[in-house]
């Protein structure tokens, strides 16, 4: 019964990002708004962790089953997409290399920052 609770918690916060979505004409995903939604609650404390910590490390847990049906669609749909197979590699490791080098400077940014914190706390 706690799972069941816990992942009408999580599918009542989704639910809340769909109406989001259509209320707001911005073009951000309606799971986008859910996700904040969660963190919001979560950070405030509306919502405890220990109402959705189970279901949601189940959730992520089965996450690679999700992809299945994607990976089966793009091996479905090969014939249209082999001719955009060279733009699609170039865009694919141009935005992998520019999120690994964003990624590692906000990374070195926030450990610098703290660091600077922790010798003015002494």
Do not use: C, N
């Not at 962790?49 to 299945?68: A, H, N, Q, R």
């Not at 865009?91 to 914190?117: A, E, K, P, Y």
Request: charged share 15%; no cysteine.
């Amino acid at each position: 019964m706690k799972y069941l609770k816990q992942f009408f918690v999580i599918l009542f916060i989704s639910f809340m990002g769909e109406i989001l979505k259509s209320l707001i004409p911005l073009p951000i995903p309606a799971s986008i708004y859910g996700m904040t939604i969660l963190f919001i609650g979560l950070i405030t404390g509306m919502i405890k962790l220990e109402s959705v910590k189970e279901t949601g490390k189940f959730l992520v847990e089965i996450m690679p089953v999700m992809f299945i049906p994607a990976g089966v669609g793009l091996m479905t749909s090969w014939g249209i997409m082999k001719p955009l197979l060279i733009p699609i590699s170039i865009i694919t490791v141009v935005s992998f290399i520019l999120v690994m080098v964003v990624s590692g400077h906000v990374t070195q940014f926030i450990i610098r920052h703290q660091s600077g914190d922790e010798r003015t706390d002494e």
